[in-house]
């Protein structure tokens, strides 16, 4: 669906102001039919989840951010020995999670029960567990072998992403890992054509907070802003790579040292770090 960035921007400052976010998951499934899940192949980015995992001895898995469908996680649950999967706000989606189901079935020819309630989802050896804010969690010391996060980081303000990835420390084995896949890209330009996938970095951050809403929070970190805050945390980077490099636009805010990076303009990002043995 397109839709013009201003407009969708004004759409989502209603929806703050009305605490409306149930409209808003409402629409994203029945009108703009983003929540939808439909796939003819298995996802690269499930696949290199998948291929960190398999380097773990156990797989105990811990993803914050998981969404509507937790279609990775289905697909995920097939190595795992377990999955918590929580969220700040409780997103799961049933309806959403069987549609998942059917189309990895169909493309995996794997058996899938039919999961009508959350509970269900321990057919899958998995945990939904929301509200919860993962970087206040009480779960137990190093009670996880690894982290995931696709497309969560980058919705996420820096100060609290910074405790997050300590709490993460806490969680994790000496010796676990994250796996963190990133976007770079500015979301509005998903559904609006006529922008750049780097349109946003063209405003100062006092520019952008006008178009910046909690119900669709853009941090506009960079790649090396990542990597600074995984190595703050005291995590240590085993892989990383830039996925993609899109045109700047031309009125880029002219305050921005980090303009400089051959990285800026990357479009998405992976990470895999370690927790260092204690």
């Not at 149930?22 to 939808?36: A, D, F, G, M, Y």
């Not at 995920?76 to 799961?92: A, G, H, K, T």
């Not at 330009?189 to 006529?194: G, L, N, R």
């Not at 700047?248 to 921005?256: Q, T, V």
Request: glycine residues 4%.
């Amino acid at each position: 669906m397109r839709l013009p960035w201003k407009l969708k921007s004004f759409a989502f400052s209603l929806i703050d102001v009305l605490h409306a976010d149930p409209l808003l998951s409402w629409l994203q499934k029945n009108v703009t039919r983003r929540s939808r899940i439909s796939f003819d192949r298995l996802s690269d980015d499930w696949k290199f989840h998948e291929a960190a995992l398999r380097l773990l001895p156990r797989r105990r898995v811990l993803e914050f951010g998981a969404g509507k469908s937790l279609v990775q996680n289905l697909y995920l649950s097939r190595i795992c020995e377990s999955q918590v999967v929580v969220d700040i706000n409780p997103m799961f989606d049933p309806e959403l999670a069987n549609e998942a189901a059917h189309w990895l079935k169909t493309l995996t020819g794997r058996p899938m029960p039919a999961i009508g309630c959350a509970s269900d989802l321990s057919n899958f050896n998995i945990t939904y567990v929301a509200p919860l804010d993962i970087a206040k969690s009480t779960l137990p010391d190093a009670s996880f072998d690894a982290c995931i996060s696709t497309n969560t980081m980058e919705h996420i303000p820096e100060p609290q992403l910074r405790a997050i990835l300590i709490e993460l420390r806490r969680l994790l084995v000496p010796g676990g890992m994250v796996s963190a896949i990133i976007d770079y890209s500015d979301h509005y330009s998903h559904t609006d054509p006529t922008i750049g996938r780097l349109n946003f970095l063209k405003f100062t951050d006092r520019q952008f907070e006008r178009y910046n809403h909690r119900a669709h929070y853009q941090n506009r970190l960079r790649h090396k802003d990542y990597a600074g805050l995984f190595r703050s945390a005291g995590f240590e980077i085993e892989h990383q790579e830039v996925l993609g490099l899109a045109e700047l636009p031309e009125a880029i805010a002219s305050d921005d040292p980090r303009r400089r990076d051959p990285d800026f303009a990357g479009t998405a990002g992976r990470f895999i770090a370690r927790n260092p043995a204690r």
